[in-house]
């Protein structure tokens, strides 16, 4: 069954969290250590066994291509196996890509090529675990049209999510928009993964693009059919008038990775950040370690990471309870509950806690660091301190609702 599927990833969007989205696309931030975000969508499509898979690109996507380039090039093509990034085509106008749909309808032909009887649609900007596999089979087994993968969430959440209602037999009966309940009542909300039938798929996209396109020309004709839609909001509504939308639950038992029912969508600076930490957890939310369902990436050829003492004060490097990835050096400083990332150097008497660290940062002698995201090649001069002054730290850099301070990429503090 997953050699019939053709896979989409949508990598189109900037998608938060904004500070860190300046300079790549959202599936393309870096995320525990070592990986890209992609790489989670990416190792269930491998594990699943899915080996034709289109990553839709747009917005600043160099990096994501490099990353593609270097650590997913893995399949053969001489089996007509791929994994192969799209930009927009502008096969059917000047456009670049409008939104979800609107990507697909560039990319139709794509689809009508295809030999495939299904198509999965998948955000390339989550951070899960899941067997698509048995996704696939399930749709099949029910007969539907389209599946749609569903978490349960927490009212907390509410505003801004969208609820799906289904009855007992787990078919999906109707969706609520920014869904106002009480807040002891849990929901169904969609998590991003969709199977859809091929033929349905291309009907169901003439239909939508005659319906929008004359919408949009109504109200503004340089805006193409379906910009800013997704698909959870503008495929899934009318489909369940006519169609069999099935639910399938995230998390059970069916499947062969084990089920840790972890999700994050990484949606802000403090999500993003309370994701990293969270790893840090004795028995985390996401285990990394498990040798079932492993995540690949790409890292280039590093020498081991280590600490030594400081030449200036003899003091042993420090690392505590942190992710230490490979090149990097702590030089008699001290390091707790952070997450470095490859080539970060911290050296003599600096401090750095609660704190990420992007690839090549360095911190210089005395300096102080906590409740901080430093991005790509940032230079942290010695004696800096940063997360001690909000007003401070406000005045040069983004800070989060719950403090957290983003230095920009190649900042020198």
């Known amino acids: 069954m997953p050699s019939a599927t053709l896979t989409f990833i949508f990598a189109i969007e900037r998608g938060a969290p904004a500070p860190l989205t300046q300079q790549r696309t959202k599936a393309a931030v870096p995320f525990a250590g070592k990986y890209r975000v992609i790489d989670f969508t990416l190792a269930n499509c491998l594990h699943s066994g899915l080996r034709q898979v289109l990553v839709l690109t747009q917005y600043k996507s160099h990096s994501l291509q490099k990353h593609l380039r270097d650590a997913w090039s893995l399949f053969n093509a001489e089996l007509g196996e791929f994994i192969t990034a799209v930009p927009p085509q502008m096969r059917t106008g000047g456009d670049w890509y409008g939104g979800v749909l609107d990507a697909l309808r560039q990319n139709r032909y794509l689809i009508e090529r295809s030999r495939a009887e299904q198509v999965l649609l998948l955000d390339g900007g989550l951070v899960y675990r899941m067997d698509y596999a048995e996704l696939i089979r399930a749709h099949r087994e029910q007969a539907a049209g389209v599946t749609c993968a569903v978490r349960p969430a927490g009212a907390a959440a509410a505003d801004g999510v969208v609820a799906l209602h289904c009855d007992d037999g787990e078919r999906l009966q109707g969706l609520t928009h920014r869904p106002t309940l009480d807040a002891d009542t849990p929901f169904d909300a969609p998590m991003g993964v969709y199977v859809v039938d091929k033929a349905l798929l291309l009907r169901e996209l003439d239909a939508l693009a005659a319906a929008e396109a004359e919408a949009a020309s109504a109200a503004d004709p ?122 970060v150097e911290v050296e003599d008497g600096a401090i750095v806690d609660e704190t990420i660290l992007f690839e090549g940062v360095k911190v210089g002698e005395g300096a102080q660091i906590r409740h901080c995201i430093c991005d790509k090649d940032v230079i942290v001069r010695p004696g800096a301190r940063i997360g001690f002054d909000r007003a401070a730290d406000e005045a040069r850099f983004d800070v989060s609702p719950e403090g957290i301070v983003v230095v920009p990429k190649g900042e020198q503090v």
Request: hydrophobic share 35%; charged share 15%.
């Open 222 to 343: 340089a805006s193409p059919p379906g910009a800013g839609a997704d698909l959870a909001t503008h495929l899934l509504p009318p489909l369940l008038e006519r169609e069999t939308v099935h639910a399938y639950r995230f998390g059970g038992e069916r499947g062969r990775v084990t089920p840790d029912r972890y999700w994050s969508d990484l949606g802000s600076t403090d999500a993003y950040f309370r994701a990293n930490m969270a790893l840090l957890e004795a028995e985390p939310p996401l285990d990394l370690y498990q040798p079932d369902w492993n995540i690949l990436t790409y890292q280039g050829q590093y020498p081991p990471a280590r600490t030594v003492p400081g030449a200036r004060s003899g003091n042993e490097g420090i690392f505590v309870n942190s992710m230490l990835a490979a090149g990097s050096v702590i030089r008699g400083g001290g390091v707790s509950h952070s997450v470095l990332f490859p080539l």
